[in-house]
């Protein structure tokens, strides 16, 4: 296991610490023919699985109306960046019962910091 871990440390990333709730911003490297460009996915975090290389988070937004999610590996190549735009106020570690929710309902507080 210690080579293992020893590939593992060498493909992580540095990234923000990231909880349920918060709204992030990933750009992921999009590659069309023989053009790439970057494409900037920004919603909510739902879901955090898994840990250390293998570690994934889920995504939510809104487009024209409807749900979408996305599941995105922390550090896998195909992502450029992720930023943090705002922490939320939950209580859950999954938020998965915002698929139920419509309109204000499915808003989540900002957390305060003072």
């Not at 990333?13 to 990231?18: D, I």
């Not at 889920?58 to 979408?68: A, N």
């Not at 922490?87 to 989540?108: C, E, F, Q, T």
């Amino acid at each position: 296991m210690q080579k293992l871990d020893e590939l593992d440390k060498t493909s992580i990333k540095s990234v923000p610490v990231l909880r349920s709730g918060d709204t992030v911003k990933v750009n992921i490297k999009v590659v069309e023919g023989n053009k790439s460009r970057i494409q900037t996915f920004e919603g909510v975090v739902i879901a955090i699985n898994g840990s250390g290389v293998r570690k994934s988070i889920t995504v939510r937004k809104l487009s024209f109306g409807i749900g979408v999610e996305r599941v995105f590996p922390l550090h896998s190549p195909a992502i450029e960046s992720i930023t943090l735009v705002s922490h939320g106020d939950v209580r859950r570690a999954k938020l998965y019962y915002i698929r139920d929710l419509v309109g204000k309902k499915a808003k989540i507080r900002e957390k305060r910091v003072s």
